[in-house]
């Protein structure tokens, strides 16, 4: 029980108590008493502000508002019985909720919420329409239709903007008129049926695995919906009741602005569900809410988790469905086959199976790389069509275009893979797979991806000041060396997060500036992960191939083609000096015509006795110990030397002045001495463990 709860009865009973000592109620005392003692019920809804909590439902003066097929039994709120076909059932919080009650600033107030469900059809993997938690301006549903309108609209106010409805769908048939994506699945909806955003029904474990959930098996779930008015943001989330926590990943995150859809002064929470041809049953167990705070936490001990449980368990005796499903194909079939059965038999076995392969491979797809966030038709109206007007830039692999999304207007960076390539498909699977379970604040987020027929897109946050090698090499572009140092720690820190801190290690493979993108406060985001490759802790990576971008290639990836951490920090140390001096990696000697590399040009400068001669001579701001900081330590990440390159955790420290540069690194000694550092850790103390051949760090530009 929350605490409001006890807080509201102890009140009550107290000044009711007192007022029974008075002359006047002596002989009443023991009928009110009883009476009191009566109003006072274990599984009543609490409301305080905006909260109230329901772990049961039972009684006839039960806090609901119910209609249709709905009803109580059992401590269950059963929305529809199963009984009859193409009803519908409704049940709401009776009072308004004042959405305005705003702490945030915002036009609306944040609200969270939590409730236990279970749907059961008549067999376990067959069942009819689902059910929708609702937020709406009226309660009354009476035009509404049962079937796939789920009993909130009809075919002629689908859609309408007047409709003042947010819900979110637990969707157990494929309607293609709503754009379903399948038969199992949990969409956000406004305003009509075609759901903005939806997902297959399931979870994220710890480790980010994701777990999928039957939600026709009538086994009791859980759904949270978080709501952030400041943010603009709505998750929902599902998981199998009872777990110890809820899962820390949303099932979808989605960017919708709900001040222009609900009237803010009267919202009714409540849900809807319906039924089609079969019979389904609908249940909420309990049922927590709270307006800009978390809901109090369900009671399981309270709620009839058991007798939904022994309900379920029956659906696995009934016979199997495949009799009834080939009676329905076949009924839908006769009015237009006019030949004989043993041809239209073959016809439909042949069209099954190809149904049957295209559908295992799309599962097989979907497991690998987990469901598309985006249709076709969203990302095709976002782009206009894919316009050159929209056109952001092309690659070796594909075109990005600016799009604007629908229903949530938010600005993105649409990838369009060229489908004939098929390095293309590598790189639009690695970024599924790596990209989409990294979150950073110095990497590019992957937002999801469509896959239609031969189309290969993914969505991406847009950056609105594009690339780093922009701003480096034109003209009428300059940043400050304030910005510069900036960029180069948030690349670092990145780079960290990929081969230290992210349960997997990363290698991007592809560090350059032109793959460094820009947000809107000029931070700096590493994107394009089309190469990397990931690999466990202490195990090696399998590459075998040469790639990257000449001036950035390790010397020792370019002769064996493996690719390590130490080759992401050599790229590294070439990106460094390319923001500090906004000179190419690689570039023709105007002098004599030979080719020159941007680290043999950085120690000629130190050579000659002071670095910072090859620093942009637009720079006149700089912090003179950041900049040398950043050209030594970028020589020092260039080493010929795998291991002499220092890890990222050691980068991160010399970038943040927690450690200085080693004191035998020294422009003519680079190479050959080892240096004297005192590091706690043994894996960073072994870094400087350099048993190389003497090389010039000049002959670098020929090992690439």
């Excluded at 449980?309 to 076949?330: D, G, M, S, V």
């Amino acid at each position: 029980m929350a605490l409001d709860r006890h807080i509201l009865r102890r009140s009550f009973a107290s000044s009711s108590l007192n007022m029974l000592h008075h002359p006047c109620f002596l002989h009443l005392q023991y009928p009110i008493l009883v009476l009191l003692l009566l109003s006072v019920r274990p599984d009543a809804a609490v409301a305080d502000g905006g909260e109230f909590i329901f772990d049961g439902f039972s009684g006839a003066d039960l806090n609901l508002t119910m209609d249709g097929d709905a009803s109580v039994a059992d401590g269950l709120l059963r929305l529809t019985s199963g009984r009859l076909s193409f009803l519908k059932g409704h049940a709401f919080y009776p009072y308004p909720l004042d959405f305005t009650e705003v702490s945030n600033g915002s036009s609306l107030a944040s609200f969270s919420t939590t409730f236990l469900f279970s749907i059961m059809g008549p067999y376990i993997d067959l069942s009819s329409h689902g059910l929708a938690f609702v937020l709406c301006s009226n309660k009354d549903f009476s035009s509404a239709l049962p079937g796939q309108f789920l009993g909130l609209l009809n075919q002629w106010n689908n859609g309408n903007a007047t409709n003042h409805i947010v819900a979110i769908e637990l969707d157990t048939i494929m309607n293609s008129e709503f754009q379903d994506i399948d038969s199992n699945h949990i969409g956000v909806d406004i305003n009509g049926l075609i759901s903005v955003s939806s997902a297959t029904a399931g979870y994220y474990t710890p480790t980010h695995a994701f777990r999928k959930l039957s939600l026709t098996g009538g086994q009791p779930m859980q759904l949270w919906v978080d709501y952030d008015s400041n943010q603009a943001m709505m998750n929902v989330t599902v998981a199998p009741c009872c777990l110890s926590s809820k899962p820390s990943w949303p099932l979808l995150s989605v960017a919708c602005n709900l001040s222009t859809v609900l009237p803010g002064t009267a919202v009714y929470a409540g849900f809807s569900s319906a039924n089609g041809v079969l019979g389904s049953r609908h249940y909420i167990l309990g049922w927590s809410f709270k307006l800009n705070g978390e809901p109090a936490a369900l009671n399981y001990s309270a709620l009839s988790i058991k007798t939904i449980q022994e309900l379920a368990a029956q659906l696995q005796y009934q016979p199997h469905t495949n009799k009834i499903k080939t009676i329905i194909l076949c009924a839908a079939l006769l009015p237009t086959v006019g030949i004989a059965i043993a041809v239209s038999a073959t016809l439909f076995k042949l069209h099954m199976k190809r149904r049957l392969d295209a559908r295992r491979n799309q599962l097989e797809w979907q497991r690998e790389y987990g469901l598309p966030s985006f249709t076709y038709k969203d990302l095709l109206i976002a782009t206009s069509g894919f316009k050159d007007k929209m056109l952001l830039g092309k690659g070796g692999f594909g075109s990005v275009f600016k799009g604007l999304l629908p229903h949530s207007n938010r600005t993105v960076a649409i990838k369009r893979v060229s489908p004939e390539s098929k390095q293309g498909m590598k790189e639009f699977m690695a970024e599924i797979v790596i990209l989409g379970h990294l979150r950073h604040r110095n990497l590019v987020q992957l937002l999801g991806y469509c896959r239609h027929k031969q189309q290969l897109l993914l969505v991406y946050d847009y950056m609105p000041n594009g690339s780093l090698d922009c701003h480096l090499h034109t003209q009428d572009r300059n940043l400050c060396w304030a910005q510069r140092f900036r960029i180069i720690k948030g690349i670092a820190s990145g780079l960290f997060y990929l081969h230290e801190d992210w349960e997997q290690v990363v290698i991007h493979r592809d560090i350059k500036t032109s793959n460094v993108l820009l947000d809107g406060e000029m931070n700096a985001r590493l994107g394009d992960f089309g190469l990397a490759r990931s690999h466990a802790h202490g195990a090696d990576a399998h590459t075998t191939r040469v790639a990257g971008t000449w001036g950035y290639i390790a010397p020792e990836l370019a002769r064996l083609g493996k690719a390590t951490k130490a080759t992401d920090i050599f790229a590294l140390g070439v990106l460094m000096m390319e923001v500090a001096c906004a000179r190419r990696p690689i570039w023709v000697n105007s002098a004599d015509g030979e080719p020159l590399a941007l680290a043999d040009w950085v120690l000629a400068a130190w050579r000659r006795g002071s670095i910072t001669d090859a620093i942009d001579p637009r720079l006149d701001d700089y912090v003179e110990e950041e900049i040398e900081v950043v050209l030594k330590l970028g020589l020092l990440c260039c080493h010929p030397s795998p291991n002499a390159r220092p890890r990222m955790r050691l980068v991160m420290q010399y970038l943040d002045r927690d450690a200085a540069l080693p004191t035998d690194l020294q422009p003519d000694t680079l190479l050959m001495s080892n240096f004297d550092v005192s590091q706690d850790d043994n894996e960073m103390h072994e870094q400087h463990a350099m048993s190389c051949p003497t090389t010039a760090i000049t002959d670098l530009s020929r090992g690439r």
